[in-house]
């Protein structure tokens, strides 16, 4: 049974960073395109980044660029979202999410999907 599980998530002060993870199970995190998305209150989902199991190229979203990097640990099964510099419109419920095919940050053409890990920046 193909399954995510995310972590890593929390209360953090603007400025502040976190870690989150995103650990695999019933399959190979290098067969997929894994990626990161987030959803705010009354917002539609949206990726933030992605990484390629093919070749592990990576992608990010505009507004994420320079301060999220994405990352993998195959022997771990597992891939990171490092986020710094952490902003209060960075507050959502961060999903990770599995495609087989398609290299991409379109939530649509994700098959599998964690539960979510809560980000909430605040002072």
């Known amino acids: 049974q193909l399954q995510l599980v995310e972590s890593g998530g929390g209360l953090v002060q603007p400025g502040g960073s976190l870690r989150l993870s995103c650990a695999a199970s019933g399959f190979t995190l290098n067969d997929y395109t894994i990626g990161w998305f987030r959803q705010a209150p009354g917002k539609e989902r949206e990726g933030v980044s992605c990484i390629s199991g093919e070749d592990g190229r990576t992608y990010y979203a505009d507004s994420v660029k320079g301060r999220f990097t994405i990352s993998r640990d195959s022997a771990k099964n597992t891939v990171y979202l490092q986020i710094d510099s952490l902003k209060p419109e960075d507050t959502a419920v961060y999903y990770c999410?599995?495609?087989?095919?398609?290299?991409?940050?379109?939530?649509?053409?994700?098959?599998?999907w964690g539960q979510g890990t809560q980000v909430t920046v605040s002072s």
């Open positions: 999410a599995a495609e087989r095919y398609r290299f991409t940050l379109s939530p649509y053409e994700y098959d599998y």
